[in-house]
């Protein structure tokens, strides 16, 4: 039977009211100020029993760091898609296993040491072993230039020519330039780019995209740094001034020509992008030429890349080649803010692969680089208490939809480095809400603002955040907020965590 619109009209009318009543019920209780544990139980029941996040799956943990005790729990031992949440595991576990003080070395090789005219007569090596930092990131902003740091080590060394080729070594890690589990379809966008022993400016190009001069005219593209790696296919438009801009950038898996599409109105402010590239070494090798050149040191021959797989074939044989010149990155403890602050997928693999390379220097039996950091990774889980079986990581940055924790290790491992050694850098590597990187725009004017110290995590449908609070009454906390299966836009999700922490640092009075 069909309704009459008169009883379908008072059907909808009820379920607004419903509705509204439920929203108001919650909003009351979250208006509640907490006072204790029980109160802060029916403001998080309150909270998460929303109607919005009736097919959604939350995952909670909340423990006070003064007595141990835990707060608030919900499906704590349940594994969840952390999202960047990972990146907490990989950046502590390399902190601990590294030192705050490790740098990485970039070394450039040579079979003979310069002659009396500054010459090397044949091939030139520089070999990398994972430093991110030779990129706008570490230098202000600036992408000019940024392998400078190398061009200077081998002008010092005596070099004025390489009579040879330039050889871009990246086998320092055996394995695919992805980490397991990441989605091909992540891979042109700038926190999917490849992942090199060779690494500069982050493996992307940044790209400023302006209006012709006259409607019909394409695009203008500027790219930053300033290459010729990449190629263009310019199929944009300048639209009239009362068109839409808008913007469509593709490049195909394996190379590295870059499709624009769409267009920009006349007078509109300039549009900014970034697409990665492919085979990043050998990128490395073509902006090291042009450093050495600008340095007035030239390079007759071509420039090459070899990885892992090569070097099966040809193993570069140390007892022929020599290290003429080197330059190290900054130390650990300045990488990992780096990574944790912007949560950059990149930094935070070539940690776990940084891990796995000093493992393989003395245990040749793993596969990959990857499979020896992993290992590596657990061994440290479990010093820290975790129970087996609830970190299921594949790689080091949370980017793989395969990879599950429980709100339960997260919050054991915040425990474990809130009394190790590097606590205070570990700590300090973590965004700060309403000051710095992923949250330098939540929680602003809050009692959470400046107080919060927390891993955001995010990728379709999940939600995440995980870190460090200290109340009101000046009592510290320590939680794991994860949200998975949510259909919503970020700006509804992430409030959505924000009003707990939030919640939490308001709290007046400790919690017994």
């Not at 020509?257 to 990043?280: E, K, Q, W």
Request: net charge neutral.
């Amino acid at each position: 039977m069909i309704p009459s619109r008169d009883v379908t009209r008072r059907s909808r009318l009820l379920v607004i009211i419903f509705t509204l009543c439920a929203f108001l019920a919650n909003a009351a209780d979250e208006r509640e100020p907490v006072r204790d544990r029980e109160g802060l139980r029916r403001w998080m029941n309150a909270h998460l029993g929303q109607p919005r996040f009736v097919s959604a799956a939350w995952g909670i943990k909340i423990v006070s760091l003064a007595s141990g005790a835990t707060l608030f729990e919900e499906n704590a031992g349940k594994l969840l898609k952390p999202a960047s949440n990972a990146k907490l595991f990989t950046g502590a576990m390399a902190l601990d296993r590294l030192g705050p003080a490790y740098r990485i070395r970039t070394s450039l090789y040579a079979k003979a040491s310069p002659d009396a005219a500054g010459q090397i007569n044949g091939d030139v090596i520089v070999f990398g072993r994972g430093d991110p930092s030779f990129a706008a990131r570490f230098n202000n902003g600036n992408h000019t230039d940024n392998l400078r740091s190398l061009a200077e080590a081998l002008a010092s060394s005596g070099v004025k020519r390489i009579r040879g080729g330039l050889i871009a070594d990246e086998s320092h890690f055996r394995g695919p330039p992805l980490g397991s589990g990441w989605m091909w379809d992540d891979l042109e966008n700038y926190y999917g780019a490849e992942v090199s022993a060779l690494t500069v400016e982050d493996n992307v190009v940044d790209l400023v995209l302006k209006p012709g001069e006259v409607a019909g005219m394409p695009v203008k593209i500027l790219t930053l740094p300033q290459t010729t790696y990449l190629s263009f296919s310019n199929r944009t438009m300048t639209r009239t001034a009362d068109e839409p801009s808008r913007i469509r950038v593709y490049r195909p898996l394996g190379e590295n020509v870059v499709y624009l599409h769409g267009g920009i109105s006349l007078g509109h402010s300039n549009v900014y992008d970034a697409v990665t590239v492919h085979r990043p070494a050998l990128w490395f090798g073509e902006l090291l030429r042009e450093a050495l050149a600008r340095r007035g040191i030239k390079v007759d021959g071509r420039v090459q890349a070899v990885d892992w797989l090569d070097r099966e074939i040809a193993p570069r044989s140390t007892n022929d080649w020599r290290e003429i010149a080197h330059v190290e990155s900054p130390p650990l403890k300045e990488i990992l803010p780096r990574m944790m602050k912007p949560s950059q997928n990149l930094y935070a693999h070539l940690l776990l692969l940084q891990v796995g390379a000093r493992i393989l220097e003395t245990n040749a039996g793993f596969r990959t680089t990857e499979n020896a950091g992993l290992a590596e990774l657990e061994k440290f889980i479990q010093e820290a208490g975790i129970r087996a079986g609830e970190v299921l990581l594949e790689e080091g940055s949370g980017l793989s939809r395969g990879a599950l924790l429980t709100p339960n290790a997260t919050v054991q491992l915040l425990t474990h480095m809130n009394g190790h050694a590097q606590r205070e850098i570990f700590q300090a590597s973590l965004p700060v809400a309403g000051i710095d990187g992923t949250l330098r725009r939540r929680m602003s004017g809050t009692t959470a603002a400046g107080n919060v110290r927390a891993k955001t995590g995010t990728l379709r449908y999940v939600y995440a955040l995980s870190g460090y609070v200290t109340t009101a009454a000046g009592e510290p906390l320590v939680f794991s907020l994860m949200l998975n299966n949510y259909d919503a836009d970020e700006s509804e999700a992430r409030p959505a965590l924000d009003a707990i922490a939030i919640m939490l640092a308001g709290i007046a009075e400790k919690l017994r």
